[in-house]
């Protein structure tokens, strides 16, 4: 396993993060307890998850993961600093979570301490906003139209942003929290957080993990260039596209007990023409590389200049393996002409 830093943290991370959104609903407490200590076995000592979580997320499935990750944490206290321990506070929009309000100093305080108790542990490694308190370019609302920049009051949102830093200060000072990130931000969010804490001297963001992979690669190059320069770790989330990139859903197939046979809070809004497309000709070109699908669109993400760890997810013990697996491939310079060729066909499919 090899490991990278974790932006300006002083922490190194390995390049696979184990994700956990799943244990809770298409998994059980035993599966999440095999995966934690094969991830561990081979040599991942970094674990995501968030309060929201499991998924699809609910009033009954809410706090669920942390749960059995707190489950595992209390009969497994002697690892626990083995572990870089990542959470996240859930924005607004959820009406069961703090009655769908913004993030505020108040609300990452009350967070913080829920998710200490569910974890069972007196500290969190990297604490991260789950998304931002304004709407952003993320989850297919990238294109134009869509979202209108110039009904965002700048002021308020700095001044919440000034707000919320204070809130994860509280945090860091009561020794709650080691390091902050952000999740589904854009370029303008991370340069406010970072100006925003010089300027006060609060907590810097140390990361931010949005979703990247093959079929979604709108973050190349603006924002992975920001995240290099300004010291800041780029953890792409769903490296193969919520399963697309598997060929698992391909001619519209529904694998029994797969993601997209769950109701998707978002919809299936992966599942386009073009997606479908991009898919096979990637599937076709792993196989004629002796490798899976999965594994060529992850081994892809992590030889992106500027990506620090990829978050994987498995509801199956063969899945893990083949996923973290991939971390060991390095896709020669003829396969990344191949896949480039397809890319640039299929830049942003959905």
């Given amino acids: 396993m090899q490991y990278s830093p974790l932006g300006s943290s002083g922490v190194n991370v390995s390049r696979v993060c184990l994700g956990s959104m799943t244990w809770g609903v298409q998994n059980t407490q035993r599966d999440a307890d095999d995966q934690i200590a094969y991830a561990l076995e081979r040599g991942v000592n970094f674990i995501d998850t ?10 009954e499935t809410y706090g669920k993961t942390e749960q059995i990750i707190g489950d595992w944490l209390s ?37 913080v301490d829920n998710s200490l108790k569910r974890l069972q542990t007196d500290y969190i490694d990297l604490y991260q906003l789950h998304w931002p308190n304004r709407s952003t370019p993320h989850f297919a609302r990238q294109w134009p139209g869509i979202l209108k920049f110039s009904d ?60 990247f992979s093959l079929a979604h690669a709108k973050d190349w190059p ?15 989330w769903s490296p193969l596209a919520a399963g697309l990139l598997t060929g698992k859903y391909l001619e519209g197939a529904r694998p029994k007990g797969s993601r997209w046979s769950f109701a998707q809070r978002n919809g299936i809004f992966r599942d386009t023409p073009n997606a479908q ?45 083949e996923d ?26 959905y």
């Avoid at 968030?50 to 009033?59: C, G, I, N, Q, T």
């Avoid at 603006?222 to 792409?236: F, S």
Wanted: glycine share 6%.
């Fill in 277 to 321: 497309q991009a898919t096979k000709l990637y599937a076709e070109l792993a196989h004629a590389n002796n490798m899976t699908p999965a594994q060529l669109a992850l081994a892809w993400c992590n030889q992106v200049d500027g990506v620090t760890s990829s978050i994987i997810g498995a509801t199956t013990m063969a899945q893990l393996k």
């Fill in 50 to 59: 968030a309060e929201m979580y499991a998924v699809p997320p609910s009033p």
């Fill in 152 to 211: 965002v009051n700048t002021q308020a949102h700095q001044a919440g942003m000034l707000d919320i830093l204070e809130g994860l200060n509280d945090c860091v000072k009561a020794g709650k929290i080691k390091h902050c990130g952000l999740s589904d931000d854009t370029p303008w969010g991370i340069s406010q957080f970072v100006s925003l804490a010089k300027e006060h001297n609060l907590p810097r963001m140390v990361s931010i993990q949005n979703e």
């Fill in 324 to 349: 973290i697996d991939a971390f060991n491939i390095t896709l020669n310079d003829e396969t990344l002409t191949s896949i480039g060729t397809i890319f640039k066909n299929y830049p942003m499919p």
């Fill in 222 to 236: 603006y924002l992975i260039e920001q995240c290099v320069h300004e010291d800041i770790a780029y953890l792409p």
């Fill in 75 to 111: 009969r497994n206290q002697q690892k626990r600093s083995d572990i870089v321990l990542a959470t996240k506070v859930a924005g607004n929009g959820l009406s069961w979570v703090r009655e769908g309000g913004d993030i505020t100093r108040q609300a990452v305080i009350e967070a």
